[in-house]
T-cell receptor, first 113, second 112 residues
Framework: AQSVSQHNHHVILSEAASLELGCNYS??????LFWYVQYPGQHLQLLLK??????LVKGIKGFEAEFIKSKFSFNLRKPSVQWSDTAEYFC???????????FGPGTRLSVLP | DTEVTQTPKHLVMGMTNKKSLKCEQH?????MYWYKQKAKKPPELMFV???????INESVPSRFSPECPNSSLLNLHLHALQPEDSALYLC???????????FGAGTRLSVL
């Protein structure tokens, strides 16, 4: 069965620190990859997506992610975090036939002012 | 407009009640989804509708009954729920099952 893992359960950073959140998936075929963010008390919002092409994708709010096929990874990065980035971050995988859409367990990011 | 609207925002129900959750989108999306999200956990897929037909049912108990009256609306009918069914219920839609999913704010359900 397809699964998605995220390396860290809870990450605590100070403002201006750099961020990297790990995501690995187990599916061996072609996949679409997503990062969603859920701010406290709010709904899930799409940060960025990868379908094909340039493996380095840029999303909203200064986030980017890199798809490394050989490592089955899609790590999320941001050079300098802000207090407002405090949220839960979910990696997700969708097989192109659409029959599987799986979220990772989530990483809670706390940014200290 | 990438809005998915869910009503009600909060719902408290007893174990013998019958209630319904509603979801609406006007983006012309042809795939709609119900997810269940427990606190500090990722969303878990429950049902997928594609072109108004149920395409995926992730072994959800029959006390949850989905309905897709038309391409813009998705309902989740609830009957004889258990306290462990208390959770945030999220609706999402996408252009097709292969595409980006847009989520509603959810209905926070408490079963007493």
């Amino acid at each position: 069965a397809q699964s998605v893992s995220q390396h860290n359960h809870h990450v605590i950073l100070s403002e201006a620190a750099s961020l990297e959140l790990g995501c690995n998936y187990s599916y061996g075929g072609t996949v679409n990859l997503f990062w969603y963010v859920q701010y406290p008390g709010q709904h899930l919002q799409l940060l960025l997506k990868y379908f094909s092409g340039d493996p380095l994708v840029k999303g909203i709010k200064g986030f980017e992610a890199e798809f490394i096929k050989s490592k089955f990874s899609f790590n999320l990065r941001k050079p300098s975090v802000q207090w407002s980035d405090t949220a839960e971050y979910f990696c997700a995988v969708n097989t192109p036939d659409g029959q599987n859409f799986v979220f990772g367990p989530g990483t809670r990011l706390s940014v200290l002012p | 407009d990438t809005e998915v609207t869910q009503t009600p925002k909060h719902l408290v129900m007893g174990m013998t009640n019958k209630k319904s959750l509603k979801c609406e989108q006007h983006m012309g999306h042809r795939a709609m989804y119900w997810y269940k999200q427990k606190a500090k956990k990722p969303p878990e897929l429950m049902f997928v509708y594609s072109y108004e037909k149920l395409s995926i049912n992730e072994s959800v108990p029959s006390r949850f009954s989905p309905e897709c009256p038309n391409s813009s609306l998705l309902n989740l009918h609830l009957h004889a729920l258990q306290p462990e069914d208390s959770a945030l219920y999220l609706c999402a839609s996408s252009q097709g099952q292969k595409n980006i999913q847009y989520f509603g704010a959810g209905t926070r359900l408490s079963v007493l």
